[in-house]
């Protein structure tokens, strides 16, 4: 049902709201989430999914291809499945081996594609691509839990349901490359292509399919282990069983360095936000789809238990305010209902609470939410303007970057960071500043630190001035007023905190990334990597036309 239109005026939520770390630190999948992009277009489109190879022995061993077609293009998993031994088995990105590596193919591979990739994919980073390659990506066993699936379907038996709900999946990856990393296919390869051309589309297809391969590998060595009592895995634990993944510092700079795209992102959730808010009344019918996502949600938070006691200590204030809201009165009378109601959880939840709300009310209008998809892209960044004056940069910045203003790079504890990329694999880290580590390693991340020296060294202009002047005198500035002239057109590009200093928390990043990435049960490991579970609850391959809602994932009874 389509929320209607109304002459109420509600304005989005302005970005020194919502760009705040704090904030995007507590954001949860929404309709417009990558994962549920690519869903919806696969169901809409019909695509076919066939395991047209599966040479694995009993122990799972071995290689398998899945081949998924829509009616414009056809793409390929392939899938290398080999021993791993226990003391090389490790999430860090420094790892040599794999329990199992994955190549996302262009088309159907022929013999020469597959042996070619089953020499290159196992050595991951030091192999040798091709265009035809989309994806790069590897995965590592949740031991205990594949173990356990393999003994029980093998004894006639289904596993243990509160450990598929305590690990929820039986592989993780550790990295999903794609873009042009390696000698894979440029992204411009297929952006062009409607299912790929939201962001990310290739990488969530990847993971989809190795989903797939998951499934029949546990129960591949099962029946292996005993051919006459094997039994299959029931369809809903497959449901609510994902792909874990253990991800680090690497994915936070690209929030940084992708501002448009950025905005592209969070000015389509709160358009869609505030269009919904701007409903005149709710219909029974939407009233009762609130109160069955609340039961959801407060399922699906009631699930979600982590070690990390800052985060278990927010788990459990949201568990208190979803039962809150469970008891807040709404009815067809009610006027403007979701604004009333997202306005009672500003003032009275914490972040958490408050957007869970926000992915609650996305799920209510969806013909309101899931157009804004066509939107989620970017093209280049914007070329520098050279030809404005001095004066009209001091006004956008002004306008959009007062919040740089309070940081005193003057003091160890805002300036104790530096963002650089490491020796062994030129992965993103983060250390204390130190002489060693010097420009062409460090990372351009300190855009609060970088606004004040374009301030600062602004100051002593007239204002009339001619910028290109400025940019010659100074050229080390083009890239901060590159970006400063950004933010006038695209307000949502900037995380509004210093991230060199010690209260920047780059979880934070890394969740609101992978929030709109679909991940769900953040389980954070320290203040710099998590692990998070991506498709639970997601429609197997032959349920994707029945539109299943898999928002807040359950494990049914």
């Known amino acids: ?74 793409y390929s998993l392939i899938a290398f499945s080999q021993f791993l031994d226990p003391a090389e088995r490790t999430d860090r990105v420094i790892a040599e081996a794999w329990d199992a590596t994955f190549v996302l193919f262009d088309g159907v591979p022929n013999e020469t594609d597959i042996e070619r990739l089953a020499k290159e994919t196992p050595q991951q980073e030091a192999g040798r ?34 450990l598929i709900v305590e690990i929820g999946y ?10 042009g990393k390696f000698g894979l296919a440029d992204r411009s390869v297929y952006a062009d292509r409607v299912a790929l051309s939201p962001p990310f589309q290739a990488e969530m297809l990847t993971v989809y399919l190795i989903r797939c391969f998951t499934f029949d590998l546990v129960e591949h060595v099962a029946r292996c282990t005993n051919p006459d009592g094997f039994v299959p895995l029931n369809n809903r634990y497959k449901r609510y069983l994902g792909i874990g993944n253990a991800t680090g510092l690497g994915m936070a700079p690209f929030l940084v360095s992708h501002p448009t795209l950025i905005h592209h992102w969070f000015h389509a959730r709160e358009t869609a936000l505030a269009d919904i808010r701007r409903v005149p009344r709710a219909t029974v019918e939407d009233i009762a789809h609130f109160r069955s996502l609340l039961a959801k949600a407060a399922a699906h938070v009631a699930e979600w238990n982590v070690e990390d006691e800052t985060q278990t200590a927010r788990i459990e204030v949201l568990r208190q305010e979803v039962e809150e809201i469970a008891k807040w009165a709404v009815s067809p009378e009610t006027e403007y209902p979701w604004d009333g109601t997202f306005q009672r959880a500003n003032t009275e939840f914490s972040l958490e609470g408050q957007e869970l709300l926000v992915s609650i009310l996305l799920e209510l209008y969806p013909d309101n939410v899931d157009k804004l998809a066509h939107q989620l892209s970017s093209g280049p960044e914007p070329l520098l303007n050279a030809s404005m004056t001095v004066g009209e940069l001091r006004r956008i910045l002004a306008d959009h970057y007062m919040w740089t203003r309070h940081f005193d790079f003057g003091d160890d504890k805002v300036n104790r960071y530096v963002w650089y990329y490491s020796d062994e694999k030129l992965e993103p880290r983060r250390g204390e500043q130190r002489a060693e580590i010097g420009a062409a390693q460090s990372m351009s991340v300190a855009v609060a630190c970088d606004i004040q020296a374009l301030r600062k060294k602004l100051s ?15 050229p080390e500035c083009r890239d901060t007023v590159r970006r400063v002239q950004n933010a006038e057109a695209h307000p949502y590009c900037e995380l509004r905190e210093n991230l060199i200093g010690t209260n920047c928390r780059p979880i934070d990043i890394l969740r609101a990334k992978l929030a709109y990435f679909g ?39």
Do not use: C
């Open 1 to 74: 049902m389509s929320a209607d239109a109304t002459s109420k005026e509600i304005a989005l939520r302005p970005p020194s709201e919502v760009m705040r770390l704090d904030r995007l630190g507590s954001t949860f999948p929404t309709r417009l989430s990558f994962m549920r992009i690519l869903l919806r277009q696969m169901a809409a489109e019909d695509w076919r999914l066939r395991r047209t190879h599966f040479d694995i022995d009993g122990n799972g061993f071995g290689r398998a291809v899945y081949t998924v077609s829509s009616p414009q293009h056809t």
């Open 129 to 162: 691509y091709q265009t035809s390659d989309l994806v790069l990506s590897r995965a590592n066993k949740s031991v205990r839990l594949f173990e356990h699936v393999v003994d029980s379907l093998a004894s006639g038996r289904q596993p243990n349901r509160q």
């Open 170 to 179: 039986l592989m993780r990856t550790t990295a999903v490359y794609a873009n």
């Open 460 to 474: 002593h202009e007239e204002a009339n001035a001619p910028l290109a002047a400025f940019l010659l005198e100074h």
């Open 519 to 557: 991940a769900s049960r953040f389980d954070p490991k320290s203040d710099l990597w998590t692990r998070i579970t991506m498709y639970q609850g997601a429609p197997l391959p032959t349920e994707l036309s029945e539109d299943k809602d898999w928002s807040f994932p359950v494990l049914e009874a």
